[in-house]
């Protein structure tokens, strides 16, 4: 919790400014019990007008100095925990955006969409109210402590024999509500995950008329999730206004003492020192009460704290996370002598935690202007080689090169800036057509994308929408069919530039149609970059200079089209379960 607290750093101002008007407020707040004492003692009994007058401004000016206060702390308050709260969503947003895939897979995604809102919104309630109460209580406290004691020593230290009790109700509640929040917290992360789940499958939720499964899975980690909650509440339902009942009794407690003791003058005079008694047994309990209202602030404390500090331990772990993939402090730049783009020596990969590898002693090499395409079964390993090119993982044997450099000893920016990869789902941002494809090279002109779009076959389609590259795409693409989200993709990727273009099974959605005309088009248009496909179908690589054949994280053949035909079984078995003997005697 210290940790987390520690990045108010950059709005300590406000804390500063905070801290100066609260002190200021609770200062005045002290001023009026014993205005309004001089007037009862003073100006009533001795029926001094005007010095009533005189008592009554000053105490009408200190009650609107302290309202003005009063608003000007809830105002600073209220902009601290807000510049708090996106200070920290922006630390644990960039964070999230520097780590790899493998560091994300950690921690899952709906658990950090849960920290990055619900877990900061904590904190930021925290602040908010912290500031408040953690300031403002202790100044009410001593303020209050000092007033009484100096009014009426004996009757104020009834107050403090509650002290250890409402200690001890802290420490019960923090015994048993630590671990309730802990839990809540990650059935918070659970819940989330389901509806991320429902939402992003919506359509085949209702294809198999699932509804009904998928609701009492929902009503079930729903169910556990509010019968935590309502634990947590039942523990402070009994606790809080125990606290609070146990803090109120002790001012019952003195009112009583003091009625008792009221008829022996003797024995007021003597407890309080002064002549009139009525005007400072008021101002006492006015006191009194402050000091009940601190410790009652605290015991609300019992509420925010656990809480606060279970999320700021939550945030602190993406902080703190080391991400897998580490960056080198020395970055080498390609020197161009190469001809080969990219390069696996003896790769071998595992995923953490797994106990097999997925990959196993891959070496092949893609060269400028030459298109390498990898096939295999389902589950293979296809999609994990290409991962490894731009670093989504880093292999766990051999190496991975590009343009002749370890990718390990490249900088990001510069390794990614030459890769235009289109991932196997198509992912597309809210925003207009011009803003995605832009998203692959933002300086891009006008022209730049009409030529991307006509290579990625994109072109006639995009020219039919109502406006052209302003038209609008929602959220993911939704209002484009899997076809149009695949050429956008393309098409981002190919306004780039880069010096090598890798397509993850990223025709699948096409028709044979399209299929052939976009390959045709990148073989005509790309000859400057090496080009890698991953592809199931096998009319989609049957052109490339070198096809690669995974079978079980291994290359079990390497070659074109007819020499794996005549030398690979793996291969040969692909292309007879899709195309026809006529089919393939043509192709030969």
């Known amino acids: 919790m210290v940790r987390i607290l520690g990045y108010l750093k950059p709005v300590k101002k406000y804390v500063f400014i905070t801290v100066i008007v609260m002190l200021l407020s609770q200062g005045v707040g002290l001023l009026l019990p014993l205005l309004m004492s001089n007037i009862m003692n003073k100006g009533i009994s001795e029926m001094d007008t005007q010095y009533i007058k005189q008592t009554g401004l000053l105490m009408t000016v200190a009650a609107a100095v302290s309202v003005v206060l009063a608003v000007c702390n809830s105002y600073f308050t209220s902009k601290l925990s807000t510049l708090y709260g996106k200070m920290l969503r922006e630390k644990v947003f960039f964070k999230v955006e520097s780590l790899a895939q493998c560091d994300i897979d950690k ?8 920290r990055s809102t619900n877990d900061v919104k904590q904190i930021q309630d925290f602040v908010l109210m912290g500031v408040r109460m953690i300031l403002s209580a202790p100044i009410m406290l001593v ?29 019960i509640v923090l015994k048993l509500v630590m671990p309730l929040f802990r839990r809540r917290q990650k059935l918070t992360d659970r819940l989330n995950h389901l509806v991320r789940e429902k939402l992003s499958g919506i359509r085949v939720i209702r294809a198999f008329n699932r509804s009904d499964y998928e609701d009492g899975r929902f009503d079930e980690r729903n169910g556990e999730l509010a019968d935590i909650a309502l634990k947590i509440a039942r523990i402070f339902a009994v606790l809080i206004p125990a606290a609070i009942v146990l803090a109120f009794g002790s001012v019952c407690l003195l009112i009583w003492i003091a009625a008792k003791n009221i008829d022996t003058m003797d024995y007021v005079l003597e407890a309080v020192k002064i002549k009139n008694t009525v005007g400072d047994l008021q101002a006492f309990v006015i006191y009194m009460i402050m000091i009940v209202a601190s410790l009652t602030m605290a015991a609300s404390m019992f509420v925010i704290v656990p809480r606060a500090s279970i999320s700021a331990n939550r ?6 996370l080391e991400s897998e993939i580490k960056q080198t402090d020395v970055p080498v730049s390609p020197d161009g002598k190469t001809e080969n783009t990219v390069e696996f020596r ?4 595992g995923y953490p935690g797994a106990q097999d590898m997925v990959l196993n002693n891959i070496s092949f090499t893609a060269k400028k202007g030459e298109t390498t395409a990898i096939i295999g079964g389902t589950g293979s390993g296809k999609s994990t080689v290409v991962n490894l090119i731009p670093r989504f993982y880093d292999v766990t044997f051999g190496g991975v090169y590009f343009k002749g450099v370890n990718v390990k000893d490249m900088a990001s ?27 692959g090279k933002p300086d891009a002109t006008e022209e730049e994308i009409w030529r991307a779009l006509e290579i990625a076959q994109a072109a006639d389609f995009v020219k039919k929408l109502p406006e052209g590259l302003d038209s609008h795409i929602s959220q993911s693409g939704t209002n484009l069919s899997g076809g149009q989200k695949q050429r956008l993709s393309i098409a981002r990727a190919l306004v780039r530039q880069a010096d090598v273009y890798i397509f993850d099974d990223s025709f699948s959605a096409l028709d044979f149609k399209t299929d052939a005309a976009l390959r045709k088009a990148i073989a005509e248009n790309i000859k400057d970059a090496a080009i890698v496909v991953v592809a199931q179908r096998v009319g989609t690589i049957l052109g490339a200079e070198k096809i690669i054949v995974i079978d079980e994280g291994k290359i079990a053949g390497t070659g074109t089209h007819d020499e794996l035909m005549s030398s690979c079984t793996v291969y040969r078995e692909i292309v007879e379960s899709q195309l026809s003997p006529d089919e393939i005697s043509k192709r030969r």
Not at 107 to 114: D, K, M, P, V
Not at 144 to 156: C, H, P, R, W, Y
Not at 346 to 349: E, H, I, K, L, P
């Open 107 to 114: 921690i899952g995604t709906a658990s950090i969409i849960t």
């Open 143 to 171: 303020g209050g402590t000092v007033m009484a004691f100096i009014m009426n020593a004996k009757l104020a230290m009834y107050v403090f024999a509650v002290l250890p009790l409402i200690g001890a109700i802290a420490w």
């Open 315 to 320: 945030i602190v772990e993406i902080l703190d």
């Open 346 to 349: 003896n790769v071998s990969f």
């Open 413 to 439: 920016e510069e390794l990614c800036a030459g890769i235009g990869f289109i991932p196997q789902t198509a992912s597309l941002f809210s925003g207009t057509v011009a803003e995605n494809i832009r998203y």
